[in-house]
């Protein structure tokens, strides 16, 4: 498959890494030779230096050819304008990243996809709506629905009191098993499980169940205790505290403490009214306490910084708030974060890889997501008529070592999968595999 990736910032480079281990054809474009020097000698790809919206530099790197056009620069207007032309001198799929929300609204795709220019990705919108789904959800760690939720994917971190500490898993099973352990994340591990093993303290542990049995999952991993989310202190006035505080339920009250009173301003009008916006450094911990942070279940450290956001969520953690997140952008970060036990990590470029990834799979894949601890994906896939996945029962299927069916959906009714299960044509099911694997499972589903 051949792919163009314009901008060799955070999400471009992420994504050209990424890529090149697939032994995808890549080829990446930006006008800063400094960005790509370490790239082409580092990675199986190719770099250009030039202006992504040349028209001749385009068609001399054969975009007409190109599967995926993808444009990430920071400037929104030249993502779009690359597009276009791409899109226009024969793309299959082309990718602009932007910075409006308002493209993003359904009322708006077909203006943009006339234009050529098939998807459109938010990165500060996507981490918002994680952001989210974690204050509604306190007690886990990740939280993914699939299917409108008639099947869910929860990730935990085990404590003392979970019921299923240092127990083999097929003890815990059974005919009326309404749960899947489908991962666990040891350390710098992640361990697809058989009946042998057992869940560790501190391990996070990846579920499949469905909705009516989320409360079975709280109580096995000892989160009944867990407060939920009415008052929360965020750090940093950016995109994504915006993004974020705008789309929170009503009942959760937000405090924002910003030290430059500009960014603070600029947040005022982007925001609803009610949100209290403090001008002062949410590491004065004198400040924090002053304002209420006994009171507060939530400490957000979303700045531009990430050593700074680890270093404030630590003391807030160390203070006595339950739930900590923070965004760390920088990825070599993350396991040093989850070793410290700062909570909830969001990371803008690993969940702009997971939208994007989800176009270069040829099997009908409606939702791909980056596991952000463990080194594992989760996709969800529609069944064909005829496809391999049909064929025999789970357990005789011969899947790659490394996956596992997490769970299905047939007809709207969410299913945990056992050896037993036979999948059908239109079933929708989540596989959840080692990262770079999924292209292994996708000829299940061709």
Request: hydrophobic share 40%; net charge negative; with cysteine.
């Amino acid at each position: 498959m051949k792919i163009i990736i314009v901008g060799a910032g955070e999400v471009g480079t992420h994504l050209a890494k990424l890529l090149s281990r697939e032994k995808q054809d890549i080829i990446l474009i930006d006008e800063d030779e400094n960005r790509l020097t370490s790239l082409s000698s580092s990675y199986d790809l190719m770099t250009v230096t030039a202006s992504p919206t040349s028209i001749k530099v385009l068609k001399e790197h054969g975009v007409g050819d190109a599967d995926l056009f993808i444009a990430v620069t920071p400037d929104e207007s030249q993502n779009i304008t690359a597009c276009i032309i791409a899109g226009n001198l024969g793309a299959k799929k082309t990718v602009a990243r932007v910075d409006n929300g308002e493209y993003l609204l359904p009322k708006n795709k077909e203006f943009f996809k006339n234009l050529g220019i098939d998807s459109l990705i938010y990165p500060e919108m996507l981490a918002a709506e994680e952001i989210n789904i974690s204050l509604k959800h306190s007690w886990v760690r990740q939280w993914w629905e699939f299917c409108g939720g008639a099947l869910i994917l929860i990730g935990a971190k085990i404590r003392e009191n979970a019921e299923i500490l240092d127990i083999p898993l097929y003890q815990l099973g059974g005919p009326d098993m309404h749960y899947h352990i489908v991962a666990i994340q040891r350390n710098n591990e992640t361990l697809i499980p058989g009946g042998q093993d057992v869940v560790k303290l501190n391990d996070i542990v990846y579920f499949t169940t469905t909705r009516k049995h989320v409360s079975l999952i709280r109580k096995l991993a000892g989160k009944d205790s867990f407060p939920d989310v009415k008052n929360i202190m965020i750090m940093g006035a950016s995109d994504i505290t915006a993004r974020t505080i705008n789309s929170l339920p009503s009942h959760m009250k937000v405090k924002v403490f910003e030290k430059d009173i500009n960014l603070g301003m600029r947040l005022s009008s982007e925001i609803d009214e009610g949100t209290m916006i403090i001008n002062g450094d949410a590491r004065d911990l004198d400040l924090l306490v002053s304002e209420g942070l006994d009171k507060s279940q939530t400490f957000l450290a979303l700045t531009g910084n990430t050593e700074t956001n680890i270093l404030a969520c630590l003391a807030a953690r160390r203070l006595g708030v339950k739930k900590v997140i923070a965004e760390v952008e920088n990825i070599d970060y993350i396991g040093m974060a989850e070793s410290l036990d700062i909570g909830t990590v969001i990371n803008k470029k690993l969940i702009a890889a997971s939208h994007i990834y989800q176009m270069l799979l040829n099997a009908d894949v409606s939702n791909v997501k980056c596991l952000t601890f463990a080194n594992a994906d989760v996709a969800e896939f529609t069944v064909k008529e005829g496809s391999r996945i049909t064929k025999s029962p789970v357990r005789h299927l011969g899947l790659p070592r490394g996956t596992t069916i997490g769970g299905l959906v047939r007809n709207g009714v969410g299913v945990v999968v056992t050896g037993d299960t036979q999948v059908q044509p239109g079933d929708h099911v989540v596989v959840f595999c080692l990262s770079t694997m999924i292209k292994n499972i996708e000829k299940f589903f061709n």
